[in-house]
């Protein structure tokens, strides 16, 4: 009786120019990128780095923000970062304090909380991978990406267990040339550095309640106008920057974003004025379309 051969328990080895079904089993598909025009308008990216207190090791990661959250000074921290920077003033200038300078010291110490590093102790200890315990730790953050359109959130809102507040205190902020060169990372590959603000969003009242409006500044003609539901009102320049900003919104400021705005400008106006072409009736397209079946046939 002859022998069958056996079924081989193997699967056939695949010849020349053809793959090979189990070579891609252990390899993990890269997850998909996706783009849209809100990412290239507001993305932007950031290193945060956390160091640790006990063996100084730094950990660092890269993230992304649509918007930067930053923290209003408390009056204590407020009066001690004033103290700080009219000390520093005294020893450049080799004199004694000036009170017009307040208002620069008012920005100066809400930019100085960006700079800072936050402490991670008590509750918010950070876990070092090289001491394998919590530590206490300081996490500190520099901009390497900037993005088209640079949101700026003040944290106006406080909320300690069940209570809630507002922080009321004036903020002065710059309507032209905000430079963001303290803040960047030694990696940060931003050409433009420079903002000016285009648009504000207001919060009145407190933390129960309250109303907002926003002021916005026209491009072609450069007036400010502030928006209050439905009723619209110019506005000069100094009131903008006097307001109680919640957000605010800045954009680069260049000769290339001047002139790519320009020509974004012509050519809306130029679509607006092209002549459209009248629709064509339905009988018209019904003729229409029997004529290219007959003509295909």
């Known amino acids: ?34 783009r ?26 890269k993230e992304t923000f649509q918007d930067l959250s930053l923290p209003i000074p408390s009056s204590d921290q407020l009066s001690i970062l004033q103290h700080s920077s009219v000390t520093q003033m ?45 530590r206490n730790g300081v996490k500190y953050s520099k901009v390497v990406h900037l993005p088209e359109v640079l949101i700026i959130h003040l944290k106006r809102f406080r909320h300690e267990y069940m209570f809630s507040s507002k922080i009321s205190q004036y903020v002065s902020f710059p309507l032209h040339g905000l430079d963001l060169t303290p803040f960047l990372h030694k990696d940060c ?25 926003s002021y916005c500044q026209n491009w072609s003609n450069g007036r400010w106008y502030e928006f209050d539901d439905q009723y619209v009102t110019e506005v000069s320049p100094e009131t903008v920057a006097k307001c109680e900003a919640y957000c605010l919104f800045y954009k680069k400021a260049s000769i290339e974003m001047t002139a790519r705005r320009q020509r974004t400008v012509e050519l809306m106006q130029g679509q607006d004025q092209r002549p459209s072409s009248p629709r064509p009736s339905r009988q018209t397209r019904g003729a229409d379309l029997q004529a290219t079946c007959l003509a295909t046939n």
Do not use: W
Request: proline share 5%.
């Open 1 to 34: 009786m002859p022998l069958l051969p056996q079924a081989s328990s193997t699967s056939p080895t695949p010849g020349k120019g053809q793959a090979n079904p189990l070579s891609n089993l252990g390899r993990r598909k890269k997850p998909p990128l996706y």
């Open 36 to 61: 849209s025009i809100i990412s290239d308008v507001f993305d932007g990216t950031i290193v945060s780095s956390v160091q640790c207190l006990t063996c100084n090791t730094i950990s660092s990661r």
């Open 90 to 134: 005294q020893h450049q200038v080799g004199g004694g304090g000036n009170n017009s300078s307040s208002l620069h010291l008012a920005k100066a110490s809400c930019d100085a909380t960006t700079d800072g590093a936050d402490e991670l102790k008590g509750d918010n200890m950070y876990s070092c991978e090289k001491c394998g315990k919590l």
């Open 189 to 213: 590959t931003s050409e433009v550095v420079t903002y000016d603000l285009y648009a504000v969003i207001c919060h009145h009242g407190t933390a129960g309640g309250g109303h907002y409006t």
